[in-house]
């Protein structure tokens, strides 16, 4: 009788500890915060966000970023929106068709429980890609994807708080067309060497435009 309560005792602390484990690593999912919902979420490069490829360098002079949090969630989806771009000094356009931008927070990185690693994953409405067109006819597409890394997002000591998206994407597909008129003139079809660098600053405001304190942990 002692022998079968000492393995029941032993099958409950290894049940115990099993669930516990789980919860632990379900707890070391990144989430994004707001002082109070809805919180509209908008941001602005603070350090250019450029593009890289076969054809070159790809900048814009604005990347403004707009979308909602209707409450504490792993997942931050994004509309960027593009202005004043260009190719190696060449005037460039860019049409999202719709495409948005999903972060998907993961663990803690550095010791810090305010810096989250974050994925990226393009989400884009059936039968859309989003286009980068060079004046003079080269035009890059970019499919929907996921699991784009690397990310880190992290929270400010500015009062409200705000969060600084460091973007480091690398692996990004992308398929051009017209590749004659493209800068280096790359040969037409699909490349998985895109990469995405720069920072993002995004910040939360309530429908009354007041600025809510938005973090991530």
Known sequence: MIHNRFKFSVLVLAACLTVGAVGATAAQAGT???ESYPAKITGEQTTQVVFTGVVGTWKCGG?????????ESTTLNLTPIYS?????GIAATINMEGCTYEYVGGNTVEGKETKIQVTMNIRCPAGK???LTLTGGCTLRIPEQTGLGSATAETTLTSPSVVDLQLNITGETYRVENGALCPNSPA?????NGTLSGVERLLAENAEAKQLAFSVR
């Open 32 to 34: 994004f915060k707001a």
């Open 63 to 71: 990347l403004s970023m707009q979308g909602e949090l209707k409450e």
């Open 84 to 88: 004043e771009c260009s190719w190696a």
């Open 129 to 131: 890609e989003a286009k």
């Open 188 to 192: 037409n079809g699909t490349y998985t």
